[in-house]
């Protein structure tokens, strides 16, 4: 049973208001999955000073499914962990055989909810109180063996078309490799100061994906700039050309 949701204590009493922060720290903003491999284990630490309860499970795209009824091909062990302050706690990931393509990743998401513990001095009855859960939700690539390429290399392997809209411009991205290429941001060459960078994505393995863009690619000379966000978390600069 998901135990996400906000959690509130009413009296009549007197009123008063707290919220949770997050004090769990993942070691990781992505999991690779090689096919082949038993498992991938992913770490965590407890940098709060209070206990947190963290339940963990994977889904195949919908942020809203609850886990219980995932049918995402992975068991995460332990599902659920109570982590001290200043601990940590390894979460093992086993992918269960299911059938996925071989020509290409595969991407699913592991989610990993902490509960805080109640506010101090907020006994039962005696104050309103707010306390929330915090879920972080990080893509597993699921990656087969003898893909031809490489990941560094899939940037390379994009097309870019622009794209006129009512509301400005998009960029089509269609991507002929086998891995998938996560974006921090893409934006037009030369844009002005002023202009906000796009908000980055995911472009699909032998996919396509397309991304609003902001500002005007009229100074462009029809570049892009893009950073994209590699195995290890690291954020690479390149640039790239698009039609018309």
Known sequence: MIIYRSMFALT??????????????INGTRVVYPAGHREV?????NNDKEARLVQAWVDDGDAKE??????????????????????GQTLRIVFT???VPADRESVFYLNVLEIPPKPT?????DMNYL????????????R?????????GAVGQLHWRLLKRDSGYAMECTNDSAYNVSFSDVSFKNAKPDDLVAKGGMCPAKGK???????????????????????????DPHEASFTL
Do not use: W, Y
């Open 97 to 99: 055989g299911a059938t």
């Open 12 to 25: 009549s009493a007197v009123v008063g208001l707290g919220t949770a922060h997050a004090g769990i720290v």
């Open 121 to 125: 001095g907020h006994a039962d009855g």
């Open 41 to 45: 284990a992913l770490s965590m630490v």
């Open 131 to 142: 306390q929330m859960a915090v879920r972080s939700r990080l893509k597993i690539f699921f």
């Open 144 to 152: 087969p063996e003898g893909l031809p390429g490489s990941p560094d």
């Open 66 to 87: 609850e886990p219980e009824k995932s049918n995402a091909p992975f068991i995460i062990t332990p599902p659920m962990a109570r982590v001290d302050p200043g601990k």
């Open 209 to 235: 994906e397309i991304f609003a863009m902001v500002g005007s690619p009229a100074d462009s000379n029809n570049t892009l700039e893009l950073t994209t966000v590699n195995d290890f978390g690291g954020f």
